[in-house]
């Protein structure tokens, strides 16, 4: 499976950004995917995930600014991203919504949010 993330850059406090992550070479449909993030000299993540059917569930910390969804056609996956704080800077990650097994993580996009 190849998990391509996009869409990251620089914004300030209080801007916007939407991140993509397009699946290859599995059923995407069938999967719960999440975004993950790391921030510089922290663990990885959970932010925010999304079942198959459509259900979804959010970090405390991005719950009222951060939307994920999926559009299964595309085997893509978004997450909009509103109201930035500089501690949401990180390296966002998308994979499948798992307890232990995970796809190759591949590079990630660098969010950065200045004050």
């Known amino acids: 499976v190849q998990l391509q993330a996009s869409g990251g850059g620089s914004v300030q406090t209080g801007g916007s950004l939407r991140l993509s992550c397009a699946a290859s070479g599995t059923i995407f449909s069938k999967n719960a995917m999440a975004w993950f993030r790391q921030g510089a000299g922290q663990r990885r993540e959970l932010v925010a995930w999304?079942?198959?059917?459509?259900?979804?569930s959010y970090a405390r910390s991005v719950w009222g600014r951060f939307t994920i969804s999926r559009d299964n056609a595309k085997d893509t996956m978004y997450l909009q991203m509103n109201s930035l704080k500089p501690e949401d800077t990180a390296v966002y990650y998308c994979?499948?919504?798992?307890?232990?097994?995970?796809?190759?993580w591949g590079q990630g996009t660098l969010v950065t949010v200045s004050s």
């Open positions: 999304i079942l198959s059917g459509g259900r979804t």
């Open positions: 994979n499948k919504y798992s307890h232990g097994e995970y796809w190759d």
